[in-house]
């Protein structure tokens, strides 16, 4: 197969890192790493030691080709750019994988190059980009795969069987749609909280007031969850994600939040992607992982407070 990763980041440059290195054919369009790239390849720091790898950098997509594979990395607030990127990419059988955070992407792709060939796939790993072409990897790295709207085909278990080859652990999900929402029980309100604990508990407590004149820092995992009163509103959004899967007729398992607290408190200190962004000064993801969840929450008629109370915040932040 000939793939390409589209944005080149901590979760593009890994999982194509990861294919490079299986001696897949990948190509990564690359910003303003690709020069670093093209001349260096690909350095991935983690737990099992440093490796490198050599994937073909690209700076236009027109110089890659159609593909047979074509993973989408950016972030949602980048999407708008995706009707420009990806049409030189595509042949007729092409394999859209959109990997973002958050809900309503797959939707907006297959909006635009129709729902045939999306697919859509969950990344359970924690990764930074600390430097142009230098990825850290601190834990996890799995991929849990769905096609868009429909149950898995062969192709579904052939790309896993791809990915599971480049060591890159792939389970294949029934029903993509609730996985979405399995992975918006962990990234709520860790991506959330740790943004909103700039302004303190008393301003998310009460989101109408006005924001402090200054900022706190954000809050890591290990801040979250070594204090109780951010800990209660970790459970808390937790607890109104999954009474809103379930009013959509989805069925999760109230013992995932306890699960996943603990497997995150065992982490130690972790700063989620909207924490990287919002100290750069970024744009946030906040349409994808917060707004859209709320919206349909409130289709269904499901009490959210504490989800009400983040957007608030974050969209004045």
Not at 160 to 167: C, E, G, T, V
Not at 197 to 213: H, M, Q, Y
């Amino acid at each position: 197969m000939k793939i390409s990763i589209v944005g080149t980041g901590a979760l593009g440059g890994f999982y194509g890192g990861r294919l490079s290195a299986a001696d897949r054919e990948v190509h990564c369009l690359c910003r303003s790493d690709y020069a670093f790239i093209r001349k260096q390849g690909l350095r991935i720091i983690g737990p099992e030691g440093e490796w490198t790898a050599q994937p073909v950098a690209r700076d236009r997509p027109e110089s890659i080709g159609p593909c047979d594979v074509v993973f989408i990395c950016l972030k949602s607030t980048a999407n708008d750019q995706l009707a420009a990127l990806l049409p030189p990419l595509i042949h007729e059988k092409t394999m859209l994988v959109m990997l973002q955070n958050g809900l309503g992407n797959c939707e907006r792709l297959a909006a635009e190059f129709g729902p045939d060939n999306v697919l859509g796939g969950l990344c359970f790993v924690c990764l930074n980009r600390v430097d142009p072409g230098v990825i850290h990897h601190l834990a996890f790295g799995k991929i849990v795969l769905g096609e868009f709207g429909r149950p898995p085909a062969a192709r579904t278990h052939a790309l896993a069987d791809m990915l599971r080859d480049a060591q890159v652990p792939c389970e294949i999900v029934e029903n993509l749609e609730q996985g979405q929402w399995e992975k918006l029980v962990w990234n709520i309100p860790f991506n959330g909280l740790g943004v909103a604990g700039t302004v303190g508990l008393d301003t998310l407590e009460n989101p109408d007031a006005a924001l402090p004149t200054q900022l706190g820092k954000v809050l890591p995992t290990d801040r979250l969850l070594g204090d109780s009163r951010w800990e209660t509103w970790v459970r808390g959004l937790m607890e109104e994600i999954i009474a809103t899967a379930q009013a959509k007729g989805l069925s999760i398992d109230p013992a995932l939040p306890g699960i996943m607290i603990e497997n995150t408190r065992a982490m130690g200190e972790y700063r989620a992607s909207t924490l990287v962004d919002f100290e750069r000064g970024q744009p946030l993801e906040l349409e994808s992982m917060f707004i859209e969840p709320l919206r349909q929450a409130r289709a269904v008629g499901v009490a959210v407070p504490r989800m009400e109370a983040l957007c608030t915040v974050l969209k004045k932040l």
